[in-house]
């Protein structure tokens, strides 16, 4: 069973950036592709982006275009999520998840999840 883990979560100012990462434990080359959710208390998960692997497209959420880049290195098994010009509603807990196929902005087409990853957002 392959495993994601997300790490690079943290607190950050309003206005700030970070990247969160997720490595998976097998090789990520044939993938369809992979993408990041997020969850904040009392909210249901948010699509945030995917990345059709290996970089054919990539996608984003409305709340985070402009803002959020991600990006992938199937020789390291790795995607990024880099978030620039955070804001405190962007305080959730990151997924990611590896997509099986189908419309990569829908969370029923992934069918492994990693554990998340805080990401607190100050005013």
């Known amino acids: 069973q392959v495993q994601l883990v997300e790490t690079g979560g943290g607190l950050v100012q309003a206005g700030g950036s970070l990247r969160v990462s997720c490595v998976a434990s097998a090789r990520t080359l044939g993938w369809y592709g992979m993408g990041w959710f997020r969850q904040a208390p009392g909210k249901e998960r948010e699509f945030v982006a995917a990345?059709?692997?290996?970089?054919?497209?990539?996608y984003y959420g409305d709340s985070v275009k402009g803002r959020f880049t991600i990006s992938g290195d199937s020789a390291k098994n790795t995607v990024y999520l880099q978030m620039n010009s955070l804001k405190p509603e962007d305080t959730a807990v990151y997924y990611c998840?590896?997509?099986?196929?189908?419309?990569?902005?829908?969370?029923?087409?992934?069918?492994?999840w990693g554990q998340g990853t805080q990401v607190t957002v100050s005013s």
């Open positions: 990345i059709s692997w290996p970089g054919a497209g990539v």
């Open positions: 998840a590896r997509g099986s196929g189908g419309d990569l902005r829908r969370a029923t087409v992934y069918s492994v």
